[in-house]
Every structure is written in C-alpha cells, then in structure tokens.
C-alpha cells in the first residue's frame, strides 16, 4: 500500500509572503484567514463576499486545508489575534530608546 500525499492546487507557502503560512496562490490572503471566517459562522459564499477576488474553488481548496491541518492553523488563528504576542515581536524603533535628544 502507498501513500499519497494530498494536493492542494490553489494553496501554496513562500517565506516571502505573510510570514511563509500558507496562503491562497497567487494573492495574500492565508489560510488562516479564511478558517477565522469559517470560525466565525461565515459559510463559503459569505466568505466569497467579504473576498470577492476569490473564486469558489480557492476557498474551498483553503478549507480542505484547514481541516486537514486544523491543529497547526488553529495554533496559527490563536498567535495571530493574541495581543501580547505581537507586543513580544515588535522592535523599537531606535529614537525611541535614544530618548528625545
């Protein structure tokens, strides 16, 4: 017996993109996005609403790859909208730690 790996043919992942998470091909909208709106109560053709320069199968190709790596998005959703984690990756910018002059 094999294994295959699944396909998913509108998601890919660049490291020069949104921080390398995957992403629908070809535009800047991730993954995890799109499963916040699912998350959310959104079905497809709401989400198709509020990211209407997304096709059908773009969205559900992004869904499909949520459910089958729902740990590793769902962890992605959680940093992502906490607070305190984006104040831990901010930097200063210089002036401010030199002081006012």
Excluded: C
Aim: aromatic residues 8%.
């Amino acid at each position: 017996m094999s294994i295959t790996a699944t396909v998913y043919p509108y998601i890919s992942a660049s490291p020069d993109i949104a921080g390398g998470v995957p992403i629908v091909s070809g535009t800047r909208v991730t993954v995890r996005r799109i499963a916040g709106y699912y998350q959310m109560g959104m079905n497809v053709d709401e989400i198709l609403s509020a990211l209407s320069h997304l096709r059908p199968s773009q969205v559900h190709s992004a869904l499909a790859y949520y459910f089958d790596h729902q740990e590793e998005i769902e962890k992605d959703l959680e940093e992502s909208s906490n607070i305190e984690y984006w104040k831990s990756q901010m930097l200063v910018h210089p002036k401010a730690v030199r002081g006012n002059g």
